[in-house]
């Protein structure tokens, strides 16, 4: 397991959960339906983020410093 993909995991992960809970309570009320979108939510993040891997680095340079 490297650190970097499990990093991008978790913060995906609080990213999803904290803007599916922040619209489940506009209304100051946690139904069952909104609990289930919100762990939903945070597990996808999770699962999807995971799986995808991390760019490899590149040895040429990018950007207004490349020649």
């Not at 760019?55 to 207004?64: C, L």
């Amino acid at each position: 397991m490297r650190i970097a993909s499990i990093a991008k995991s978790l913060i995906a992960g609080i990213a999803a959960g904290s803007a599916a809970a922040v619209t489940a309570a506009q209304d100051n009320v946690f139904t069952t339906g909104e609990v289930v979108t919100t762990v939903l939510a945070v597990l996808g993040a999770w699962g999807i983020t995971y799986a995808v891997p991390n760019r490899p680095p590149t040895d040429t340079p990018t950007g207004p410093t490349a020649v």
